[in-house]
Every structure is written in C-alpha cells, then in structure tokens.
C-alpha cells in the first residue's frame, strides 16, 4: 500500500492551494482516506475524510466551510482544495486510508497506511 502527497508549498493569506494524495496497492472495501495535519508543537489534527461507500464528506470545525474533499477513481487519488488560507493552516499535511471508512475519522489509530506528509506554510 503506497499513498503520496503532493502540492505542498508556500501560499498567501486568503489563498488557496490543492493536495493531492495518490494512493495504491489496496483493494479495501468501503475505504476511507483521510487527510490530517500537524504544526510545530501540536498534536496531528483530523481534518477531512472521504469515505468510498456514500461519498461522504467529513470536516472538522476548523476548516469546514473553507477545505473541500473529493475522490477521483479514475486517477486513484483523493484530493483537498484548500480555500481562504489561514497562518493558522501551516503545518505538514499527510494522507492516510482506514478499512473503517470515515467511522473514526478522528482518530488516528484507526489508519493503517500513511504518505510521508507535505508541508504548507501560509504567510503574508
């Protein structure tokens, strides 16, 4: 199972940006991908989560509204659109697939496979 970030990197106040997050190497039913992020001197933060059975979408309160997820199966990626950028947004952004779906899309320890994370910085 291999799951890659991209689309990292620097963006403005009130910018935006796109992740994405190719994955392979499973054949899971009713998967779900979540994204998570992680700032200096914080705890990893469960963000978003698609899960493949509905497609349905889940945020948490901090970027709901702003982030967007969606899942393209042709491409076998999973993408975050990443609107009205915050400071508060920076930190390294990692991809991670559960056999739970989105059930525990909170909790960390419900993932089995993780990206190796991609870093934004929004500044001024």
């Known amino acids: 199972v291999q799951l890659v970030e991209s689309g990292g990197g620097l963006a403005q106040i009130g910018g935006s940006l796109r992740l994405s997050c190719t994955y392979s190497?499973?054949?899971?039913?009713?998967?779900?991908i979540g994204w998570f992020r992680q700032a200096p001197g914080k705890e990893r933060e469960a963000i978003s989560c698609f899960s493949d059975s509905d497609g349905q979408t889940y945020y948490a309160d901090s970027v709901n509204g702003r982030f967007t997820i969606s899942n393209d199966h042709a491409k076998n990626t999973v993408y975050l659109q990443m609107d009205s950028l915050k400071p508060e947004d920076t930190a390294v952004y990692y991809c991670?697939?559960?056999?739970?779906?989105?059930?525990?899309?909170?909790?960390?320890?419900?993932?089995?496979?993780w990206g190796q994370g991609t870093q934004i910085t929004v500044s001024s």
């Open positions: 190497g499973f054949t899971f039913i009713d998967y779900g």
């Open positions: 991670a697939v559960s056999v739970f779906g989105c059930t525990y899309y909170r909790q960390d320890v419900f993932y089995d496979y």
